[in-house]
């Protein structure tokens, strides 16, 4: 918990360095600091925090500007947002949650009672990363839900058969592993035995690679063999 990367984000820097003492002083050390909507947009997106403290009066893009957009993005979702309000911003506050925020607190606040909220925070979004990891799947920018048989790329959910999403849950799941064309037919037949030859597997393949536009040439031809996913690094 203690490694948990933490982005303030207020424009008052008297606050913002009153709450970075604070975290520091209770063992919290990779913390970042913006001043504006704008900056804080970039951090999110980029250095992916573990928690957000957002202040809901920002320049630039206002905090529930921020928060409807990194709770509508499948990619940054699940980062908790507590919000720091004026006390005369309960409206705000409501339309907050309803976006998506996890907690708030209003100024003027109690470290203590703010790092309590923080740590909270950090407890429930670490139990559902773990139930999370059982559901989802990470490759590069692409996001598999096994549970809804959904897949995103870049926010932007790709239309699959029952065939291609089967196929891409065993690649993203098994990076670098060849499988041979009968044992992805086996793979999708399973107990269904439903009629599909391998050369059907082909054209499965080529669907899929079209569909994952940047990203289907990492599904490699293994020549005489069949394929596998080319974890490419470069």
Known sequence: MFNSKILIVDDEKDISNLIEMALKTNGFFNVKKVFNGTDALYEIENWRPDLVLLDLMLPEIDGL??????????????????????????????????????????????????????????????????????????YKNLIINKINRNAFINNKEIALTYSEFEMLVLFASNPNKVFTRNQLLLHLKGDAGYDIGERAIDVQILNLRRKLGSLGSDIETVRGIGYRLNEKTC
């Open 65 to 138: 500007t921020i928060c409807r957009h990194v709770k509508s993005n499948v990619l940054t979702c699940n980062i908790p947002i507590i919000m720091i309000t004026a006390k005369n911003e309960e409206s705000d506050i409501v339309i907050g949650l309803e976006l998506g925020a996890n907690d708030y607190i209003t100024k003027p606040f109690s470290t203590k009672i703010l790092i309590a909220r923080i740590r909270n925070q950090l407890r429930i979004s670490n139990s559902e990363t773990k139930k999370e990891n059982y559901t989802n799947l990470q």
